[in-house]
């Protein structure tokens, strides 16, 4: 077995010790309420961001006979996966810290139809004047090395509470399906410890002669689609 394995095997024991630290059930037993608070206040961002997909799909349903969304998923991120975000990044131990510097606790996935879609909706988002963007980062025009692609946003929306507007982060993902069909099975295989070495780097190659391939077919189904409504066009002028 790899070096790798013993690393990986390695660092989960260190996470899991540092989980049950006395330093992080001190954490959990004074922060309980305002650590469910707190989740519960991204939630409801998640609510406004889905709400705002929702509508602009409706809108462009009704204006152009077509819905640029497939899907929306959301997810607030398991305190687990916080907490390790918390020992990745160094970063202290408070919820103040934790709001301030990680910025994927809550997120939206929304998956399009095609890639000029994801640019469009992202525009249309931007625009609305209570969103305010933090950061972009475009893993379409630059893929990660593995061959990941999607686009993610980083914004803050606000939410209205009984007497107080807080405003709120949101890691928004656009995607297309090709996309999105690589991003869940590579996600899969990530997880999958106890491949050797040799094969992993050849598994690793093949994932990226796979994104590469998911790339072409979404050039090539937006070429159909623009082959399509020229077509339909062209009948109707005739
Ligand atoms: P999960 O389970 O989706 O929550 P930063 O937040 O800037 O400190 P990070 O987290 O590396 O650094 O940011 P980045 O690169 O924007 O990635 C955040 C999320 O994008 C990941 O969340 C994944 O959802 C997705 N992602 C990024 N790279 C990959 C990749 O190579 N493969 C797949 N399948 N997904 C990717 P989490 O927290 O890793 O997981």
Not at 137 to 157: A, F, T, W
Request: aromatic share 6%; net charge neutral; with cysteine.
């Amino acid at each position: 077995m790899g070096i790798e394995h013993y690393i990986g095997q390695a660092r989960d024991q260190f996470l899991r010790k540092s989980l049950t630290s006395d330093e992080f059930l001190d954490f959990m037993r004074e922060n309980t309420l305002p650590v469910n608070t707190l989740m519960a206040h991204y939630h409801c961002a998640i609510m406004e961001i889905e709400t705002k997909f929702n509508v602009l799909n409706k809108q462009f349903s009704l204006q152009y006979d077509r819905n640029p969304i497939e899907s929306i998923k959301a997810r607030v991120k398991s305190m687990e996966s916080i907490l390790k975000k918390v020992r990745r990044k160094n970063i202290p131990l408070t919820l103040e810290s934790i709001e301030k510097n990680i910025r994927d606790i809550a997120g939206v996935r929304v998956i399009c139809s095609f890639q000029d879609d994801i640019y469009l909706l992202a525009d249309c988002l931007l625009n609305q004047d209570d969103i305010t963007l933090l950061e972009v980062k475009d893993y379409i025009k630059n893929p990660k090395p593995g061959g990941y692609r999607s686009l993610h946003l980083i914004v803050e929306v606000p939410i209205f509470l009984q007497n107080e507007k807080k405003q709120m982060k949101v890691e928004v993902q656009l995607r297309t399906i090709a996309m999105d069909f690589w991003a869940s099975l590579e996600h899969k295989l990530r997880y999958k410890k106890n491949i050797p070495a040799e094969e992993a780097n050849l598994l690793a190659e093949e994932l990226i002669a796979c994104a590469e391939i998911s790339s072409s077919l979404d050039q090539r189904m937006e070429k159909i689609r623009d082959r399509i409504t020229r077509a339909t066009l062209s009948s109707g002028r005739q």
